[in-house]
């Protein structure tokens, strides 16, 4: 089993939508959760960053840590064609774990 | 504007090159990786440095080794390319001790035949 899981997708959802992007992991020794996107032919770049459980907000981006179940959430309100992108979560330890381990990454579509 | 460049979009080559890839960072960063791109594998860890001269393996680091001469540079060479070597390259760079924010170059891909 992988460290960390992530379906590839893609995801289609129509211009509106509220979107929900997961990442499950094994390893309980992740403190920080963080959220990329990456546009085709280009680099990942970070969205946002949680650490330990709970929920961030920016903007129409919400991310949620759930540590007791050690699943992860990406949720985009207002979906609109230009969030058609790649999402990599990435999860890291503290001390001596500090390199993120990248989940596979989710394609989503969003279409007008 | 912070920026991480990388000295090729595209790359071929044939099996047993030498092939060299450069990274460069304008941020004054310390920590510098190197990441390979596959579809449905994701990003994987070849190798990284957290100083000048200084390296260490990453998850994948078999026919792979890195240069760091200057901070600013970090140079991922693959001795013999080989076919299972075509893939997408991406640099990053952090800033000693924030490792939750990994500024990326637009990647290199790099098709060996």
């Known amino acids: 089993q992988k460290e960390v899981e992530q379906d590839p997708g893609p995801l289609s959802v129509p211009e509106g939508a509220i979107v929900s992007l997961n990442c499950t992991y094994s390893?309980?020794?992740?403190?920080?959760f963080m959220w990329y996107r990456q546009y085709s032919r280009k680099g990942p770049e970070l969205l946002m960053y949680?650490?330990?459980?709970g929920n961030k907000e920016d903007g129409r981006f919400t991310a949620q840590v759930d540590k007791s179940s050690k699943y992860i959430s990406l949720f985009i309100r207002d979906s609109q064609p230009s969030d058609s992108a790649t999402y990599l979560c990435?999860?890291?330890?503290?001390?001596?774990?500090?390199?993120?381990?990248f989940g596979r990454g989710t394609s989503l579509i969003v279409h007008p | 504007d912070v920026k991480v460049t990388q000295s090729s979009r595209y790359l071929v080559k044939r099996t047993g090159e030498k092939v060299f890839l450069e990274c460069v960072q304008d941020?004054?960063?310390?920590?510098m990786f190197w990441y390979r791109q596959d579809p449905g594998l994701g990003l994987r860890l070849i190798y990284f440095?957290?100083?000048?001269?200084?390296?260490e393996k990453g998850d994948i680091p078999e026919g792979y080794s890195v240069s760091r001469e200057k901070k600013e540079r970090f140079s991922l060479i693959l001795e013999s390319a080989s076919t299972n070597q075509t893939s997408m390259y991406l640099c990053?760079?952090?800033?000693?001790?924030?490792?939750?924010?990994?500024?990326f170059g637009p990647g290199t891909r790099l098709t060996v035949l």
């Open positions: 990053a760079s952090t800033v000693a001790g924030a490792y939750n924010e990994q500024f």
């Open positions: 390893n309980s020794a992740f403190q920080y």
């Open positions: 949680t650490y330990s459980s």
């Open positions: 990435a999860l890291r330890g503290s001390g001596g774990s500090y390199i993120p381990t």
């Open positions: 941020m004054d960063h310390e920590n």
């Open positions: 440095s957290y100083d000048v001269k200084m390296k």
